[in-house]
């Protein structure tokens, strides 16, 4: 894959976090940027590269005028495997499980929300889901580079293999009489999301164990697959969280 062009504060935010993934940091050199010192300081420490470039040229390179003064060149986005991340598993970890998401924007807010909810990776298909382009990568504000980001040529093998490493597999389905906030969540865990209009496809779903809803008010049918998503996940943080107590 080629390297990524980022842009805004968070998205640098971001990338400070990992900064090993930083090609070049770009800086309008006409544009106001907020606490632009601290940044380029902080640039300076972890040893990353950095440049001042017209305005002109920062509207050119993202493709946008809402950047903040400031584009971050991030490198290619590395793929894992399933047998390495499951190699390093801690005993208490959640997988999330992705059947054919296919807007960037939702597959980045959920690749952002899975860090933020400490998930120990992502699996995919490797068709039929949102390519990891430059779309994805904005949406995610640069958290595709902190969590492993695992291709399955077969979704349903992938997920009997989680099944074999002790996982109990949930769909997540606007039916299923089983709650998020009121499941007694297992240590091990995989969270399965389908795609935006169609759900999970059904042989994805027979591989599951159960399948998990979100109670909702009457008047809404369902919420947005990215919204779903991070709901589950932040419940299952924070019911790890209060056993840990």
Known sequence: MAGKIVYGLNALREALLAPETINRVYFARDAKIRDRETWITALREVKAPFDFVPLSKLN???????????AVAISPVAYAQLDDCLADCPPQALFLVLDQVQHPKNLGMIV??????????????????????????????????????????N?????????????????????????????????????????????????????????VSIPLAKQLESLNVAVAASVALFQYRATQLTRDS
């Open 60 to 70: 050119s390179m993202t493709g946008a005028t809402d950047h903040q003064g400031v």
């Open 112 to 153: 952002r929300s899975a860090v933020g909810a400490g998930a120990q990776g992502i699996l995919f298909p490797e068709r039929g889901n949102a390519l990891l382009d430059e779309e994805v990568v904005r949406a995610s504000a640069g958290t595709v580079q902190r969590i492993p980001l695992i291709p399955c040529g």
């Open 155 to 211: 979704l349903s093998q992938a997920i009997k293999r989680l099944k074999k490493a002790d996982f109990w597999v949930y769909a997540m389905e606007a039916d299923a009489p089983q709650s998020v906030f009121t499941l007694d969540w297992p240590a091990r865990a995989a969270l399965v999301v389908g795609n935006e209009s169609k759900g999970l496809r059904p042989g994805t779903r027979k591989n599951c164990d159960d399948g």
